[in-house]
Every structure is written in structure tokens, then in C-alpha cells.
């Protein structure tokens, strides 16, 4: 279905070229914007004022020639106004729009515009094997996990890459601390975790910055795992195994799905793709190590920055891996779009792989996209860095089960009747809801403050209040026990009120917002949006009686198409709903 912005500024631009057709062609186009007082109109046409100056008439005048080469617009406004220096005003006609939501509910799209399919890889989550994992790993496990979702409801092909870091020096110093302290995992008689794992890269850590002996074997470890000697590999896939399952078990829980393709897939790729950029002429040898210097990278002294996509020592790293990584996926996977989803900090390094991949002739900018989705930090409450009451990272999986657990507290308090059974599964979706839903309505480039205690209250822009507002329509739809289908097949949908309309009409915006959020990947503006959705409702359920009244079927179906947006809408965020709370 087209949005309503699209079909005014289709309805626009043709009364431009109609009105003024001595006009150049690109400058015909009508701009368009949602009004921001739903009073003034629902829609406002600023083209007026752009366009006098080269008509050389005054942009009330132009409005008025705009205004009345208007085709068809009877039927879909019920006024259309100037306003201040000449912007055109547009007020949908109740009778249009309530036919619009009509065609809405029967849509599957509900609304929305699928656009041409396109292949997009978005690369998320991606943890560290056996490293510490920390809250940063949710915020992209969350955000690009909404994404994926948003881009499958519009119907593209989305690939789903967990660039999990599992190659690199770290396993040179974990071998070689297993080897002294585990030697029975290594063996594979005894079994052991993921957070094991993590406690005996620490001691590696730091055996390995004390101990000169302990670095000398640790390097040793690495060449022998780089040129796959079988019992180095056989240790790096148990390390990776272990990692994996706990892994494995948050995306379970958050319910992520989500492929591996870590670091070691592209490392065949190597080589060939250093050659390449050799023989390409962007590679400069500097301190021993081939380095990309590119346009306009400084580090902090100003001196330019370059990516080393090889070391002095003939050694691979994270820049190599990411410049094969963007090769595969343009050349492999043939990507129209590709996405990767890190905290801020790295938000330079992606910006280089990209001017690097351009320069290389690799990513050309007229026929796909490269964009890195950065992400601020999590705070605590003392506005610091994250971290758990002992001082520790937190694990990321205890900060999923302390969010169940409070949500738990709070659902025994207020439901004390309720079954323990119904409290547990309550307790997980409104936990888990609250932590995804707390994450993504900030916008995500700023820094957040984590907070069991906010996230989890029933007011405010919260997910029990997005939650609360879909119970409340089923609770409706209970009591006045009518048979949804037949409602919706013998009756009609006829906004009056003034909350009806303004309810509907910001149910008909859905499709207006997805495009948006499509184009800027900002899942905060679809929060927004449903927690909007969620009060405009309120508001209509506080004026407007459903049950027993005349208006009842097309109350009940403006409930219907509300409750099945909110519920897209959260689904699309990655939130659960509940029938009954
Ligand atoms: N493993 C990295 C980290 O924990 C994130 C990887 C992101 N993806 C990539 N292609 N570099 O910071």
C-alpha cells in the first residue's frame, strides 16, 4: 500500500507540473512533511516557497496555482488551507481515511511499502571466543537483530552474520595457559564452560604480560595454530565449541537468530585480497608493515591514519579480516546493502574499510550501501560504565536473568493470585521486553543508563505500558466476546471523533514509519511511534465508549487494527506479547 505522504506528494508534484509548465522537470518535485500540530493539518506541502523564486511570484500565489491544479483531492481531504508564507495545509477527510484503514487491516503488509527486494547482510552480535562479553555485545545482538527483523517484514533477503572474533593472538596465550591448568579439557575428559573459558584468559592475560617464558610459548602457540598444526586446532574448535554453546544459549533466551561466520572463515581470503590491493597500488609499506593511507584519517596528533592490512611480521589482524569480510560480501554475496553493528568506538575503523573498499573499485556507492550502525555505551547508575555490584563486567546472561527475576518480583507483588506457572512466563517476556525495549527507544548513538527499576515500571515510554495498552484490547475483545471475523466482514469502520481520527490516522503513518527507520536505522523511532500509538489509544478508549453503543463494530475494528500494529510493531523490535496480564 502507499503511504499517505507518498500519494500527496504524487497529487502535489502533478499539480506543480500542470500548474507551471515552463518548470525543469527536477524541480517539479513536491516536498512533503507530516504536520507537526494536528490541528493546522495532517500534512504540509512547502514546495510553494522553494518554488517562487524561480517563478517569480509570490509563494501565496504559487500555493493558490498548486492548490487549484489539485486532481481528485476532494476525495481524499476534507481541507486544504494556506497557511503563513505559503505553505498548503492538508486535513485527510475522515471518510477516506476510514476506507483507508479498511484496505490497512485486510493488507498483510499492514500499510506498509515493500520496496524492491534487496540482499542485505547484516553483520551482528559478534562476540569475542572466550573473551569477556560484555553489555556492548546485547546492545548489537538487540539493535541488529531489530533490523534484520524490520528488513524481513519488508520482504528482503536478509543475511544474518555473527562475526564472532575467533582467530587472533588471544588463543596463542589460552592454549598455552590450558595446557598448564587444563590439560584435562584439552584432553577432552573433563568438561568445562564458557565462563571458565573466560577466567583462564584472564589469568593467560596476565600470566602473559608477567611472564616472559609464558609470552615465548604463547607465540610459538599462535604459528603452530596458523599453520594448522592438529593439536593446536583440535584445541582452538574445543575453545570455540564451549564459547559457541554459551553463546547459544543467550540467543535462545532473547530469541536471536543468528549464523556464524567468524573471523577464521575469511582467513583463506587473506592473501589474495592483500595482493590485490598491492597490485592495485594502494598499498604503502611503512615501519615494515603494508599499510592503505587514505584521504582525510588522522589519528589524534593529526598524522595521517592508515589501515595495516598486514604486519611487519607477515601477520594478519582485524583490519585484514574486515577487508576481506567486505570483499566476500559484495563479490560472494552479492550484497545490496551491508550493515555492521558496533558500539561507536569503531565507528572510524568501519568508515576506513569502507573508503578503502571504494578506493579499491570494490564498493561502488551508486548501486549498493556500507554503513555502520555504532551505538553508545551502557552506564550504570552512578553514570559510569556498566558494571555488576562486585566491580566484575557483567555477564551478560545473569543481566538477562536478573531482569526476569525482578520482572518476577514485581508480578508476585501486583498479582498475588496468579498461578506460579502464569508468574514465570510472565516474568520472562516482561524481563526480557523490558531489557530489548529499554535498549532500543533510546536513540542509539547516545550513551544509555541501565536500570532494572525503570525499565521494568508500567508507566511512562516503557514496554509493560506498550504491553499493558495490547492486554487492554484483548481484554476488550474478551468481554464484548464478538466474533472478530464477522465483525470485520459485515460492518464498516467510521471515524467521527476527534480521537478516533487522530488514532487513525496515526495507525495509517505505520508504512511512513518503517521507510523512515528502513532508510536511517533508528529503531528508536519506531518505539516512539508505538508508545504514541499506545497513548493515542488511551485517549480514544477514554472518550470514546465501545461496548453497547451504535458506533461498537467500527470502534471494535479501529481496537482490531490497532491491537495487530502494535503487535507487528513489536515484533518487529523483537518483543513478545501477552493476552492477559
Ligand atoms: N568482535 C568484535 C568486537 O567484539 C566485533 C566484530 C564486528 N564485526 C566486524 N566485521 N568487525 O568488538
Same mark, same amino acid.
Given at each position: ?8 506528494? =504524487? ?39 522553494? %518554488? ?17 491544479? %489539485? ?42 511499502? =515493500?520496496? *524492491? ?14 573473551? *569477556? ?39 596463542? /596465550? ?23 573459558? &573466560?577466567? +583462564? ?19 610459538? *602457540? ?13 584445541? +582452538? ?6 564459547? =559457541?554453546?554459551? $553463546? ?9 537468530? @543468528? ?48 589501515? #595495516? ?26 550484497? !545490496? ?24 573499485? +570494490?564498493?561502488?556507492?551508486?548501486? /549498493? ?11 550504570? #547508575? ?15 546472561? !545473569? ?10 518480583? @514485581?508480578?508476585?507483588?501486583? /498479582? ?27 536513540? =542509539? ?20 505500558? %506498550? ?16 466474533? /472478530? ?25 505505520f ?15 519506531l518505539?516512539?511511534y508505538l508508545?504514541?500509538l499506545?497513548?493515542? $489509544? ?18 471494535? @475494528? ?7 500494529i502494535l503487535k507487528q510493531g513489536l515484533e518487529i523490535l ?6 492477559? &496480564?
Amino acid at each position: 500500500m502507499q503511504t499517505l505522504l507518498h500519494l500527496l506528494q =504524487r497529487k502535489c508534484s502533478d499539480a506543480i507540473v500542470s500548474a507551471f509548465e515552463q518548470l525543469p522537470k527536477e524541480e517539479a518535485r513536491a516536498e512533503l512533511t507530516p504536520s507537526s500540530q494536528e490541528e493546522f493539518g495532517h500534512y504540509q506541502c512547502n514546495s510553494a516557497l522553494r %518554488l517562487s523564486k524561480s517563478l517569480k511570484l509570490s509563494p501565496r500565489v504559487v500555493a493558490q496555482k498548486i492548490i487549484d491544479a %489539485l486532481d481528485g483531492i476532494k476525495d481524499v481531504c476534507a481541507k486544504v488551507e494556506i497557511a503563513g508564507p505559503g505553505f498548503i495545509n492538508f486535513t485527510i477527510a475522515p471518510s477516506f481515511l476510514s476506507h483507508e484503514l479498511e484496505r490497512q487491516l485486510k493488507d498483510p503488509l499492514l500499510g506498509a511499502v =515493500r520496496e *524492491e527486494k534487496q540482499r542485505i547482510v547484516v553483520d551482528f552480535s559478534s562476540p569475542n571466543i572466550a573473551k *569477556e562479553l560484555h553489555v556492548g555485545h546485547l546492545r548489537s545482538t538487540i539493535i541488529g537483530d531489530c533490523l534484520c527483523r524490520l528488513f524481513e517484514f519488508l520482504g528482503h533477503d536478509v543475511l544474518r552474520l555473527n562475526h564472532v572474533g575467533d582467530w587472533g593472538t588471544q588463543f596463542g /596465550m589460552l592454549i598455552t595457559y590450558m595446557k598448564q591448568f587444563a590439560l584435562d579439557v584439552l584432553s577432552g575428559k573433563e568438561k568445562t564452560s564458557l565462563e571458565s573459558l &573466560m577466567g +583462564w584468559y584472564r589469568a593467560a592475560k596476565k600470566q602473559f604480560d608477567e611472564d616472559p617464558a609464558f609470552q615465548k610459548h604463547s607465540k610459538m *602457540e599462535v604459528v603452530a595454530l596458523q599453520s594448522g598444526n592438529p593439536e593446536s586446532m583440535k584445541a +582452538w574448535k574445543l575453545i570455540c565449541d564451549v564459547s =559457541r554453546k554459551g $553463546f547459544q544459549e543467550i540467543y535462545d533466551l532473547l530469541g536471536v537468530r @543468528i549464523q556464524e561466520r567468524g573471523e577464521s572463515f575469511y582467513n583463506p581470503m587473506l592473501k589474495t585480497v592483500v595482493k590485490e590491493l598491492e597490485e592495485k597500488g594502494l598499498v604503502t609499506i611503512s615501519d615494515g608493515a603494508k599499510c592503505i593511507f587514505l584521504e582525510g584519517f588522522k589519528n589524534r596528533e593529526g598524522m595521517p591514519l592508515p589501515l #595495516m592490512i598486514q604486519k611487519s611480521d607477515g601477520g594478519f589482524n582485524y583490519d585484514t579480516t574486515d577487508m576481506a569480510a567486505i570483499w566476500h560480501r559484495i563479490f560472494v554475496e552479492k550484497a !545490496d546493502r551491508v550493515i555492521v553493528v558496533t558500539d561507536n568506538g569503531q565507528s572510524l575503523h568501519f568508515q576506513m574499510i569502507y573508503a578503502a573498499a571504494e578506493k579499491a573499485g +570494490w564498493l561502488d556507492k551508486n548501486r /549498493m550501501k556500507a554503513e555502520h550502525v555504532g551505538f553508545g555505551l551502557v552506564l550504570g #547508575m552512578d553514570g559510569k560504565k556498566f558494571k555488576t555490584r562486585s566491580g566484575d563486567t557483567e555477564k551478560l546472561i !545473569d543481566l538477562i536473568y536478573g531482569g526476569i527475576e525482578e520482572a518476577k518480583k @514485581i508480578l508476585q507483588e501486583k /498479582m498475588p493470585e496468579a498461578p506460579k506457572k502464569e508468574i514465570e512466563h510472565l516474568a520472562k517476556v516482561i524481563g526480557i521486553d523490558a531489557i530489548k525495549y529499554a535498549d532500543l527507544s533510546c536513540q =542509539r548513538i547516545k550513551d544509555y543508563t541501565f536500570s532494572y527499576e525503570r525499565m521494568l515500571r508500567f508507566e511512562g515510554n516503557t514496554a509493560v505500558f %506498550l504491553l499493558y495498552a495490547y492486554v487492554r484490547i484483548s481484554g476488550i475483545k474478551r468481554k464484548i466476546d464478538a466474533d /472478530m471475523k464477522q465483525v470485520l466482514a459485515m460492518n464498516r469502520l467510521e471515524l467521527a471523533h476527534p480521537s478516533e481520527i487522530s488514532l487513525g490516522l496515526h495507525l495509517r503513518r505505520f508504512g511512513e514509519l518503517l521507510e523512515s527507520v528502513e532508510k536511517e536505522l533508528l529503531p528508536n523511532r519506531l518505539a516512539d511511534y508505538l508508545y504514541e500509538l499506545a497513548e493515542k $489509544f488511551n485517549a480514544f478508549y477514554r472518550d470514546c465508549r465501545i461496548e453497547g453503543t451504535s458506533e461498537e463494530a467500527s470502534r471494535l @475494528i479501529l481496537s482490531e487494527l490497532t491491537a495487530r500494529i502494535l503487535k507487528q510493531g513489536l515484533e518487529i523490535l523483537g518483543l513478545e506479547t501477552i493476552d492477559r &496480564m
